[in-house]
């Protein structure tokens, strides 16, 4: 076509948008059908109607965005009924069980480094052996309720509980009832609505603290205030000496007000078999050493959590590391900076870092000698049978795969006076008599007295009960579930503010390095694990740890016109330096001092 008569043409080519529909339905503009000449006309029609054109594709495409948006919204609103019969499950599940004619009793647990936990476990266990017609459910005291409305509700339904609760630092509770105890000091104004409840408390706690057992004597006033009965006086356990055996003792003053509740007439007057407890054991899957790899991914993606807490740390680098006393000292305190940028953790001023570190590679080595195993076994803990049925009793979580060194330095408290359980584990499993007998002596209430003076008073490590008695040779299953307790992390208060040094976290610590009432000489594990450490300002390939941030009461007060003493001796300094660096940060604000 010449350019004269195409522009001639297409003034007669205008069409209806309603034939321009129907051309397009029919199939008369197909590409694959047309002509030259015929893709000339079409391309002539859609430039003459080109605003129906617009229309017709802005029409397409906001038709196309309304049914994806409705799909979007049909699929969202199924996920929530995907989600809320577990919940309505979760709900329902204790009052299936009070249906079914037994008297319930529900023990509760605050725990920081599992103690508390173990004890709660530890009387559910033999109450289910005394007491056949009842039923017993230990519960972690934050997964008891989804929300703070749901505590009231719930601890209304409860008729007889037992509240297992630990106290840290400054009178604080643990983490996992941190929300509970908030919730339930908070609302003493409720009045006695707790009258159908009896009720017993065990708590754990250390006399060489101000606050010794805090929580448990708080809980325990509330309780009464709010109508609930006590049946035994607070239990107040003191790990500064023998606490199994505090916790014993309260015991003992449960079991003949249980009797009275739990059993009947016909069956009150009937004497209980003694109960001993089973000896604790994970099942243990070995593995090819050459899996051994693998085990270090599991600190490596510890910063893949949002959130960080002691059972999700977070992987930190050290990054200044210095010496704060002078050669002539006979004394060694480190300053210590992890690096923390880049990874989401937070910290306020006056709060705690927990840090995990591993035992000493001598510590290491010896307790290899003392087990007789090659450090290169492979293995894997599990807490289940190999149908998938739970082994029961209190075992700790299981550790992820890995080597017998890396398990021994990363996992196992070898340095601690053993527990009594820990000696029972150990003579189950002696292949001397002589020394079965000793070990199962100390554990008895008849050793009670040896057992302070030679364990506690003479702060006897794990390891030197075992070079002792040398023919307890635990199977790995029992040495980690039975024996040694499980490596806990080390708390430090920051002696940084985020106001001066918001990507780094400081710690100012003394070396420990002692000799004990035995002779051995005792290097704490965190503190020379620090002194030695090697920072990036003078490696990249600088030492780490995985670490955590732990909220505290001790804060500043919000009046900045409040006069502030402070007094903290050693490294008692080390939260005051963090103050210290917000009123330098604010005074400066102020008077522009650089």
Same mark, same amino acid.
């Given at each position: 076509?010449?350019?004269?008569?195409?522009?001639?043409?297409?003034?007669?080519?205008?069409?209806?948008?309603?034939?321009?529909?129907?051309?397009?339905?029919?199939?008369?503009?197909?590409?694959?059908?047309?002509?030259?000449?015929?893709?000339?006309?079409?391309?002539?029609?859609?430039?003459?109607?080109?605003?129906?054109?617009?229309?017709?594709?802005?029409?397409?495409?906001?038709?196309?965005?309304?049914?994806?948006?409705?799909?979007?919204?049909?699929?969202?609103?199924?996920?929530?009924?995907?989600?809320?019969?577990?919940?309505?499950?979760?709900?329902?599940?204790?009052?299936?069980?009070?249906?079914?004619?037994?008297?319930?009793?529900?023990?509760?647990?605050?725990?920081?480094?599992?103690?508390?936990?173990?004890?709660?476990?530890?009387?559910?266990?033999?109450?289910?052996?005394?007491?056949?017609?009842?039923?017993?459910?230990?519960?972690?005291?934050?997964?008891?309720?989804?929300?703070?409305?749901?505590?009231?509700?719930?601890?209304?339904?409860?008729?007889?509980?037992?509240?297992?609760?630990?106290?840290?630092?400054?009178?604080?509770?643990?983490?996992?009832?941190?929300?509970?105890?908030?919730?339930?000091?908070?609302?003493?104004?409720?009045?006695?609505?707790?009258?159908?409840?009896?009720?017993?408390?065990?708590?754990?706690?250390?006399?060489?603290?101000?606050?010794?057992?805090?929580?448990?004597? $708080?809980?325990?006033?509330? /309780?009464? =205030?709010?109508?609930?009965?006590? !049946?035994?006086?607070? @239990? #107040?356990?003191? *790990?500064?000496?023998?606490?199994?055996?505090?916790?014993?003792?309260?015991?003992?003053?449960?079991?003949?007000?249980?009797?009275?509740?739990?059993?009947?007439?016909?069956?009150?007057?009937?004497?209980?078999?003694?109960?001993?407890?089973?000896?604790?054991?994970?099942?243990?899957?070995?593995?090819?050493?050459?899996?051994?790899?693998?085990?270090?991914?599991?600190?490596?993606?510890?910063?893949?959590?949002?959130?960080?807490?002691?059972?999700?740390?977070?992987?930190?680098?050290?990054?200044?590391?210095?010496?704060?006393?002078?050669?002539?000292?006979?004394?060694?305190?480190?300053?210590?900076?992890?690096?923390?940028?880049?990874?989401?953790?937070?910290?306020?001023?006056?709060?705690?870092?927990? $840090?995990?570190?591993?035992? /000493?590679? =001598?510590?290491?080595?010896?307790? !290899?000698?003392?087990? @007789? #195993?090659?450090? *290169?076994?492979?293995?894997?803990?599990?807490?289940?049978?190999?149908?998938?049925?739970?082994?029961?009793?209190?075992?700790?979580?299981?550790?992820?795969?890995?080597?017998?060194?890396?398990?021994?330095?990363?996992?196992?408290?070898?340095?601690?006076?053993?527990?009594?359980?820990?000696?029972?584990?150990?003579?189950?499993?002696?292949?001397?008599?002589?020394?079965?007998?000793?070990?199962?002596?100390?554990?008895?209430?008849?050793?009670?007295?040896?057992?302070?003076?030679?364990?506690?008073?003479?702060?006897?490590?794990?390891?030197?009960?075992?070079?002792?008695?040398?023919?307890?040779?635990?199977?790995?299953?029992?040495?980690?579930?039975?024996?040694?307790?499980?490596?806990?992390?080390?708390?430090?208060?920051?002696?940084?503010?985020?106001?001066?040094?918001?990507?780094?976290?400081?710690?100012?610590?003394?070396?420990?390095?002692?000799?004990?009432?035995?002779?051995?000489?005792?290097?704490?594990?965190?503190?020379?694990?620090?002194?030695?450490?090697?920072?990036?300002?003078?490696?990249?390939?600088?030492?780490?740890?995985?670490?955590?941030?732990?909220?505290?009461?001790?804060?500043?007060?919000?009046?900045?016109?409040?006069?502030?003493?402070?007094?903290?001796?050693?490294?008692?300094?080390?939260?005051?330096?963090?103050?210290?660096?917000?009123?330098?940060?604010?005074?400066?604000?102020?008077?522009?001092?650089?």
């Amino acid at each position: 076509m010449e350019p004269s008569s195409s522009s001639s043409s297409s003034g007669s080519m205008k069409v209806s948008p309603i034939d321009l529909m129907s051309a397009i339905i029919n199939g008369r503009m197909d590409p694959s059908n047309a002509s030259s000449d015929s893709a000339a006309e079409i391309a002539t029609i859609l430039l003459e109607n080109r605003e129906f054109v617009m229309i017709l594709t802005t029409s397409i495409a906001v038709l196309i965005g309304c049914v994806v948006v409705l799909i979007w919204r049909r699929s969202g609103s199924q996920k929530p009924k995907q989600i809320d019969p577990p919940k309505t499950l979760i709900v329902k599940e204790p009052e299936n069980e009070a249906d079914d004619g037994k008297k319930k009793v529900t023990i509760f647990f605050g725990t920081q480094t599992g103690t508390a936990e173990g004890f709660a476990k530890a009387l559910a266990e033999e109450a289910k052996a005394r007491y056949e017609k009842a039923t017993f459910k230990v519960v972690d005291l934050d997964d008891y309720a989804a929300d703070d409305d749901e505590y009231e509700e719930m601890l209304k339904k409860e008729s007889l509980a037992f509240f297992f609760l630990a106290t840290y630092g400054d009178g604080e509770p643990t983490d996992n009832a941190a929300r509970f105890y908030k919730w339930f000091t908070e609302g003493k104004d409720r009045g006695e609505w707790l009258q159908n409840m009896k009720y017993g408390v065990f708590g754990l706690g250390n006399r060489q603290y101000e606050h010794f057992n805090k929580v448990a004597k $708080v809980v325990d006033d509330i /309780l009464t =205030e709010q109508g609930a009965k006590c !049946l035994v006086p607070v @239990g #107040l356990g003191d *790990d500064d000496q023998c606490i199994e055996d505090d916790f014993t003792a309260w015991r003992e003053l449960v079991w003949p007000e249980l009797d009275q509740l739990l059993r009947d007439e016909d069956d009150a007057t009937t004497v209980s078999t003694p109960y001993t407890a089973a000896v604790l054991e994970y099942r243990i899957v070995f593995y090819d050493p050459a899996d051994a790899p693998l085990e270090d991914k599991n600190w490596i993606n510890a910063n893949g959590h949002t959130t960080y807490d002691a059972q999700h740390p977070c992987r930190s680098n050290v990054v200044v590391r210095r010496e704060l006393h002078t050669p002539a000292s006979d004394r060694s305190c480190t300053h210590l900076e992890f690096d923390i940028a880049g990874t989401g953790l937070t910290y306020e001023t006056g709060d705690h870092v927990g $840090v995990y570190c591993e035992n /000493l590679d =001598e510590v290491v080595e010896e307790a !290899l000698t003392l087990l @007789g #195993l090659s450090p *290169d076994t492979y293995f894997s803990v599990h807490t289940d049978k190999e149908d998938g049925t739970p082994l029961g009793g209190s075992l700790p979580p299981p550790f992820p795969p890995c080597t017998l060194r890396t398990a021994l330095a990363r996992y196992a408290d070898l340095l601690s006076s053993p527990k009594k359980a820990a000696l029972l584990a150990l003579a189950a499993h002696a292949s001397d008599p002589t020394e079965a007998d000793r070990l199962r002596h100390l554990a008895s209430p008849a050793g009670k007295d040896e057992y302070a003076q030679r364990m506690v008073a003479s702060q006897r490590s794990l390891l030197e009960v075992m070079a002792e008695f040398p023919s307890a040779r635990p199977p790995l299953g029992v040495f980690f579930a039975a024996v040694a307790p499980r490596l806990q992390p080390r708390y430090y208060s920051i002696s940084s503010s985020p106001r001066m040094a918001p990507s780094r976290i400081h710690v100012t610590c003394a070396l420990v390095y002692e000799k004990t009432p035995t002779g051995r000489i005792h290097k704490g594990v965190c503190s020379t694990w620090m002194k030695n450490s090697v920072p990036l300002e003078r490696s990249l390939d600088c030492s780490w740890a995985p670490i955590f941030v732990r909220q505290s009461n001790f804060k500043l007060p919000s009046d900045t016109k409040v006069p502030i003493i402070m007094i903290g001796p050693g490294t008692g300094l080390a939260p005051f330096r963090g103050f210290l660096q917000v009123n330098f940060v604010t005074f400066s604000m102020f008077h522009h001092i650089e």
